[in-house]
């Protein structure tokens, strides 16, 4: 009996080891998958926004998709379209989103959103020459226009220097009395006067739009760049500033005069950006993407879940290292901790607050929680009701915290919001409980423990190679529950127990 | 060095606790007996039915409104203990040593009447003192009136005697005494003193106190080198008797010793500590794998016992 269990036990571990391993092996060499997590690189999450109000009859919309240049590369990309017939054209080159419906009563938003990072910097490449078209001007205006490109001429040695300068003009305190009457004019645009006065001296020009890309913008709005053609190369200049070349953070969305977006029966249309920024590693994700269409059996990996989903699953999947910290500590080394899983929900939190704010802001929570629950002892309250009384303490610190932290300044403490309330409330009850009836010591010590496994869990939690071999390879699961079974059959000795029977170990001192 | 290997320990016989667990308790107590030992009036009740020495049971209060009719209950009774019946490491226990009409003295000599005593008794049915603030019952019972020879050894508390018992087998004894630093508990991790006790003589053998030998107790000064049990063949008898009302491979029988009755079982632990190797200076694990090497035929008390001294006995150097 004794050995058929113990047969049984180290059979079935060593073949989910197995499981895990060989699918692991097997994702590796038959199909590729890196092992390794690689760099990591910021991809930014662009969610544009096309808001109307319609004026009655049928309603078409339609928007220029982004043609990446210059090394950006469009990961993924979402449309929604609830009520409208979609769809997504392609034109001369140009691909167009196009929304269509019959008749609409009121203000609507429309959603495109996607996933763009730069894999690499390089320049615009060629364009075809747009034909110059002079602008027609009023007598005044062409003298003005005539005396500032001979100017500008005089100054400059060529197409480029003279659109630099001509670009200096709009962001200098002071403009030339010909620029400042051009510029001044309120029927046309800063930028409409730039390209005319290129028209005018004979240099080919084009906008390129696109948008700034700034973590945690909301409402960004498309920005326009010029380019010129010097009869060789394209040079490209960003009028805000007057500085050639391409700016790092400029997502190009399109090149050329044509219109961006196009809404039929609709007034008061807008076009607004949402800009997130995460950092991923890049090599990683663009392989399971691409893996994913192409191999039906990974159509069922976590790949294949929604973004939101996968996202939760990247948390999940990491409980069980934190579990198993927590396995070993207590059966290999003896370490008491307050609760299970108390150590796991705490590291997982410090993975949201970082660890030396999550430390601060639990000890305080525990600490002034432990000292109202003392006060609740003498009140001799029912279990149920008490922590209930502990859970809203526990809320009303939160909110305190969260507070008064803002108010001076020390945002890193509004992140408290992410410890778990209810694990909290039970940690506090445990350890008044433990304090009453085994004393300060005993809470010292499990609350110690419990705070070590925490931060041994966290720490390897937040390990880029762990998160990344969990979520890419969660059979690796199978082996972890292999390992955990074998270790709920360990007889030996803990750590602390070499110390706790010190004076055993030698009888003859 | 302060540290032991684990080949020195395993040379000596040590049990762990994950052994303990796995090994021991996991393989040879069913967990549907659990229940008789963790609540004191069902394992009163059983060690009733088996004709066992244990403090006599004046009455049970277990809902509050029986909590009215406690001075009936009461009437005449000199001294008595009031104690929740899983109620956890001797959390809730008041004893009454003397009664002056409706003045009731507690142990510490403090005076209480009969609306402390009802108090005491519906924080006992909340679930004050249980383990996760379980509902519990009240159990009112004799008092013990322990030896007093064994008051020299103890302070402020009854000092009580721990038996572990295998398959039938009593292993190993030791005795815990109450101190000043354990607040009057027999608690060996709040600081009373384990004494291990020879098991076939009853003889002290070590004493310790947070794991470290000491010679004397910390407040009463008595040596424990000159301490030897009285009764002790009936204490083994006792506690040995106890694997044929549990059922259970591996648990501790505590002990107290009555003026007048002689050994009375107190309680009964499924998952005794292991501080009695240390108390002992003895693995326990040797002497398990000593039984566990035996035919597993049945046999009476007295034949266990007997075994039981032939293969642990201590020889003092």
């Not at chain 1, 928007?63 to 993924?76: E, N, R, S, Y």
């Not at chain 1, 705490?346 to 704010?357: E, G, N, V």
């Not at chain 2, 963790?38 to 277990?62: C, E, F, Y």
């Amino acid at each position: 009996m004794k050995i058929s269990s113990r047969l049984q036990i180290g059979l079935v571990a060593g073949i989910l080891i197995a499981i895990g391993l060989g699918l692991t092996l097997y994702k590796k060499i038959e199909l590729g998958f890196p092992l390794l997590p690689g760099q990591r690189q910021a991809v930014w999450t662009l969610e544009s926004k096309v808001s109307f109000k319609p004026i009655g009859g049928p309603i078409e919309i339609s928007l220029a998709l982004p043609d990446p240049q210059a090394g950006w590369v469009v990961l993924d990309d979402h449309f929604a379209s609830s009520g409208f017939n979609f769809s997504v054209q392609e034109l001369q080159g140009d691909r167009r989103a196009r929304w269509t419906r019959q008749s609409l009563e009121r203000t609507t938003t429309l959603h495109y959103k996607l996933e763009v990072y730069r894999s690499d910097i390089y320049d615009l490449g060629g364009s075809a020459v747009p034909d110059i078209v002079l602008p027609e001007l009023t007598q005044d205006r062409l003298a003005a226009m005539e005396g500032m490109v001979a100017l500008l001429r005089e100054q400059s040695s060529g197409s480029e220097s003279f659109t630099a300068l001509l670009l200096q003009q709009l962001v200098r305190e002071q403009m030339d009395q010909d620029a400042a009457f051009l510029f001044g004019s309120r029927e046309e645009s800063k930028l409409a006067v730039v390209m005319d006065v290129l028209a005018f001296a004979g240099i080919p020009s084009q906008t390129v739009k696109g948008i700034f890309l700034e973590d945690g913008r909301r409402r960004q709005k498309m920005d326009t760049l010029i380019e010129i053609y010097d009869g060789d190369r394209w040079h490209l200049f960003d009028p805000g500033n007057a500085q050639p070349g391409l700016p790092e953070n400029f997502f190009v969305w399109q090149r050329g005069a044509k219109s961006v977006l196009d809404v039929v029966g609709g007034e008061s249309s807008q076009l607004e950006f949402a800009i997130v920024k995460n950092t991923l590693p890049i090599k990683t994700v663009l392989f399971m993407e691409q893996q994913v269409k192409e191999r039906l059996l990974l159509d069922f990996s976590i790949y294949s879940l929604p973004v939101e989903q996968q996202g939760v699953f990247k948390g999940l999947l990491l409980i069980p290292v934190g579990a198993l910290v927590v396995v070993l500590l207590r059966i290999l080394v003896g370490i008491r901790t307050s609760g299970t899983f108390m150590p796991i929900l705490i590291a997982l939190a410090f993975i949201q607050t970082t660890l030396l704010t999550g430390l601060v802001i639990f000890l305080m929570v525990v600490g002034v929680g432990l000292w109202i629950r003392f006060y609740l002892t003498y009140l001799n309250l029912l279990l149920v009701a008490r922590i209930t009384a502990v859970v809203i303490v526990v809320i009303l610190l939160m909110a305190a915290l969260s507070i008064i932290s803002y108010k001076l300044g020390f945002d890193q403490l509004l992140t408290v919001t992410f410890l778990p309330t209810i694990i909290l409330a039970w940690t506090i009850e445990r350890m008044s409980i433990l304090w009453e009836e085994e004393g300060g010591h005993e809470v010292l010590i499990q609350g110690g423990g419990s705070l070590f496994a925490a931060i041994l869990a966290y720490l390897l939690m937040s390990v880029d190679l762990v998160e990344h071999l969990t979520f890419n390879f969660p059979e690796l699961m199978i082996s972890l529950l292999g390992v955990v079974l074998l270790l709920g059959k360990y007889t030996g000795y803990r750590l602390v127990e070499l110390y706790r029977f010190r004076d055993l170990g030698r009888p003859d001192e | 060095m302060k540290w032991v290997t684990p080949g020195q320990l395993r040379k000596q016989g040590v049990l762990g606790m994950n052994s303990r667990n796995i090994d021991y308790i996991g393989r040879n107590n069913d967990r549907s007996r659990y229940p008789l030992v963790d609540n004191k009036l069902k394992t009163k009740k059983a060690a009733v039915q088996h004709g066992m020495s244990v403090p006599a049971l004046i009455g049970v209060v277990r809902i509050q409104h029986e909590i009215q009719a406690l001075e009936k209950l009461l009437e005449g009774i000199e001294k008595f203990v009031i104690k929740p019946a899983q109620g956890s490491g001797g959390k809730g226990i008041l004893v009454i040593t003397e009664r002056r009409g409706d003045t009731f003295i507690k142990s510490t000599g403090a005076a209480l009447d009969y609306r402390d005593i009802k108090r005491h008794t519906s924080n006992i049915l909340s679930g004050l003192y249980s383990l996760g603030g379980r509902p519990d019952v009240a159990m009112i019972e004799d008092m013990i009136d322990f030896d007093p020879m064994l008051g020299n050894y103890s302070h402020e508390g009854v000092p009580d005697i721990r038996v572990i018992i295998y398959r039938g087998f009593p292993m190993m004894a030791m005795m815990r005494c109450s101190t000043h630093a354990s607040d009057g508990k027999a608690n060996l991790h709040q600081g009373a003193v384990g004494v291990g006790i020879d098991i076939v003589t009853g003889h002290s053998l070590y004493a310790i106190q947070h794991n470290r030998k000491v010679e004397k107790h910390p407040d009463t000064g008595f040596r424990f080198d000159k301490l030897e049990l009285p009764h002790w063949d009936e204490v083994l008898r006792l506690a040995s008797g106890c694997f044929e009302m549990t059922e259970l491979g591996y648990f501790g029988a505590d002990i107290v010793l009555d003026r007048t009755k002689g050994p009375v079982m107190l309680e009964l632990n499924a998952r005794p500590g292991l501080a009695i190797q240390i108390a002992n200076q003895v693995g326990l694990k040797k002497r398990l794998q000593l039984v566990d090497e035996m035919r597993p035929i049945e046999r009476k008390v007295e034949e266990r016992i007997r075994l039981a001294k032939q293969m642990f006995g201590v020889v003092l150097v």
